[in-house]
């Protein structure tokens, strides 16, 4: 009986949107992560990197960590391995794995994290550990899963681990021989090999995949991307971490996926369907892969709207959303209309005000006359920046203010 597996990444707990809490968010898709484990009955959990969204996360973030982790191991008798990402402090990762391992979790922080065999009563055994390759027996299955597990490093300390000799030793090379060795090794067809990973992988020549907004692209320090082709041939699946998107990297005989993040962390991934995976497998076969979608957060949306009341009526009738708004107007929002799109909405990240422009075929002056009071410098200055747009009443008001106040001080 083939063996069931859960692929998840990208977790980012504490993560925010600009500075919009998604806590009580991912509170829930980790216990519907929990729930699809369960109801699809998997055997091990695979979590490839990126657990928190950055190295000291909030304690609120820590607590559903080790709660979500807790409630997929199942009292040890279902093994969760959990790697680092870039955004994780590997160190971190690392420190609870004593404990974790009772659990029936295992971390991998570092590339060179020590991990040793144990056996847990009425759970699994670690039988064989080689640096980041380990073997798992399970209870439920006659057959042994091998993993091979790489979590992020910088260039410097991947290289370290890797053994390179020379400073420009290409790093798809040495980890090409490094998970060969361990394949060639330990990885026969009387188990099921797999191999997991937070690095940026790419087919030789291939579509270049888009890296979630807002982060810095992973190339491995200043080194190449790590291409599919140095996966070994006896891996079966290799489980990704770093896109957000759902993808199927080609360029490998058998399954490399990013199982996507779940939940939408920028609105550049706005329509984007985030997912598990389910892998079944089994020794000397083809992998059987099933994406699943996952259905809790708020939608991202963005919108773009000419007039105030069709925005406010898209807002009500769509409470639980994050926006991006974008208002095209004759002229600046007043205090008012701001109030009333807010208080119509709590979940607006961003309100984009674009100035509709009538093109009168002249052209604007860049000259000002310095001659002129402070009222008519501001106003030409404001002419300057916005293509000749007059300042509203409101913030000509707001002006009349801030001068009061200077000339009073």
């Known amino acids: 009986m083939a063996i069931k597996i859960l692929h998840t990444a990208d977790w980012h707990l504490g993560k925010k949107l600009d500075s919009f809490s998604r806590m009580?968010?991912?509170?829930?898709?980790?216990?519907?992560?929990?729930?699809?484990?369960?109801?699809?009955?998997v055997d091990m959990v695979i979590v490839a990197g990126d657990l928190f969204d950055t190295f000291n996360p909030p304690v609120e973030a820590i607590e559903l960590f080790y709660k979500t982790l807790k409630r997929l191991s199942a009292n040890g008798?279902?093994?969760?391995?959990?790697?680092?990402?870039?955004?994780?402090?590997?160190?971190?990762?690392?420190?609870?794995?004593?404990?974790?391992?009772?659990?029936?979790?295992?971390?991998?922080g570092n590339p060179d994290s020590v991990l040793t065999p144990f056996k847990l009563e009425d759970g699994f055994e670690i039988t064989k550990?080689?640096?980041?390759?380990?073997?798992?027996?399970?209870?439920?299955?006659?057959?042994?899963i091998r993993i091979i597990a790489t979590p992020y490093a910088n260039e410097v300390r991947l290289k370290t681990y890797l053994g390179a000799e020379e400073k420009d030793d290409a790093l798809n090379a040495l980890l090409k021989n490094k998970w060969q060795d361990y394949a060639d090794n330990y990885c026969d067809a009387k188990g099921v090999n797999l191999l997991t990973s937070?690095?940026?992988?790419?087919?030789?020549?291939?579509?270049?995949?888009?890296?979630?907004?807002?982060?810095?692209?992973?190339?491995?320090?200043?080194?190449?991307?790590?291409?599919t082709e140095c996966i070994p041939s006896q891996i079966q699946y290799t489980a990704l971490g770093h896109l957000h998107s759902y993808q199927a990297v080609g360029g490998h005989s058998n399954p490399v996926i990013y199982s996507s993040s779940p939940l939408a962390y920028?609105?550049?991934?706005?329509?984007?369907?985030?997912?598990v995976v389910i892998i079944e497998a089994e020794p000397d076969k083809e992998v059987i892969v099933s994406p699943?979608?996952?259905?809790?957060?708020?939608?991202l949306h963005r919108k773009k709207f000419d007039f105030i009341e069709d925005a406010v009526?898209?807002?009500?009738?769509?409470?639980?959303?994050?926006?991006?708004?974008?208002?095209?107007?004759?002229?600046?929002l007043t205090n008012d209309e701001l109030k009333k799109i807010h208080e119509s909405h709590d979940g607006i990240i961003?309100?984009?005000?674009?100035?509709?422009?009538?093109?009168?075929?002249?052209?604007?002056?860049?000259?000002?006359?310095?001659?002129?009071?402070?009222?008519?410098?501001?106003?030409?200055?404001?002419?300057?920046?916005?293509?000749?747009?007059?300042?509203?009443?409101?913030?000509?008001?707001?002006?009349?203010?801030?001068?009061?106040?200077?000339?009073?001080?």
């Not at 995949?209 to 992973?218: H, S, Y």
């Open 24 to 41: 009580e968010e991912q509170v829930e898709v980790m216990d519907e992560i929990c729930s699809i484990a369960d109801d699809q009955k």
């Open 198 to 227: 937070h690095l940026y992988m790419l087919k030789k020549g291939g579509e270049i995949l888009e890296e979630p907004e807002g982060e810095k692209p992973l190339k491995v320090g200043n080194a190449e991307v790590i291409y």
């Open 77 to 108: 008798k279902r093994p969760v391995i959990a790697i680092a990402g870039n955004h994780d402090s590997p160190d971190r990762i690392d420190a609870p794995n004593p404990l974790a391992k009772e659990c029936g979790i295992i971390f991998i």
């Open 292 to 299: 699943i979608g996952l259905k809790k957060g708020r939608e």
């Open 266 to 275: 920028s609105f550049a991934e706005v329509g984007r369907e985030k997912k």
């Open 129 to 144: 550990v080689d640096g980041n390759f380990f073997e798992i027996k399970h209870p439920n299955h006659p057959f042994p």
């Open 313 to 332: 009526t898209w807002l009500q009738d769509n409470p639980y959303t994050l926006v991006e708004l974008t208002l095209v107007s004759d002229q600046f």
């Open 350 to 409: 961003h309100i984009i005000p674009v100035i509709r422009q009538e093109d009168t075929g002249k052209q604007i002056e860049n000259q000002v006359n310095l001659d002129q009071n402070m009222e008519g410098l501001f106003i030409d200055y404001f002419k300057s920046k916005e293509k000749g747009q007059e300042p509203n009443e409101e913030l000509m008001a707001l002006f009349y203010e801030v001068l009061s106040t200077q000339s009073e001080n």
